[in-house]
């Protein structure tokens, strides 16, 4: 990724080079339209320089969207066992707080929180609550 960062530093450092224009300018629009308009690049080569720094600079921003949202998946499917508070029979999803969706109504205990998809980790809350002698809400 940072040679892409390289890359289009490089080519903004080359255009520099190039003066811009208005667009009104460039195409000697006539009356009634002025000389205004957003600033552009004249020679072709520099139109086609800035593309391509703007199309890599997309692509990068998506690139590094694309790996956090695998990172925060990625961070969902590591384990965490849900949580008791003072409200009995209820256990909490450590990601999201909600005590709603970790077990069915019919008891069965659920793979993953259904408000925000944490994968829960049953076996480390059984093994907390026998350590604690105790029998969990769950
Ligand atoms: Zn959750």
């Known amino acids: 990724m940072e040679n892409y960062k390289e890359l289009v530093e490089q080519i903004k450092s080359f255009l520099s080079q190039y003066e811009k224009v208005r667009y009104g300018e460039m195409v000697g629009a006539p009356w009634p339209y002025d000389h205004a308009g957003p600033l552009v690049y004249e020679e072709p080569e520099a139109v086609l320089l800035d593309y391509a720094s703007t199309s890599i600079t997309e692509l990068l921003a998506r690139a590094v969207a ?51 998809g944490q994968r829960i980790d049953w076996a480390a809350y059984d093994a907390a609550i026998e350590a604690l002698g105790g029998a969990g809400v769950g």
């Open 66 to 116: 694309a790996e956090a949202a695998l990172e925060r998946e990625k961070s969902y499917d590591t384990p965490l066992p849900p949580f008791d508070d003072d409200d009995p029979g209820v256990l909490y999803c450590q990601k999201c707080g909600s005590g709603e969706y970790l077990e069915n109504d019919d008891g069965n205990r659920n793979e993953y929180c259904g408000q925000c």
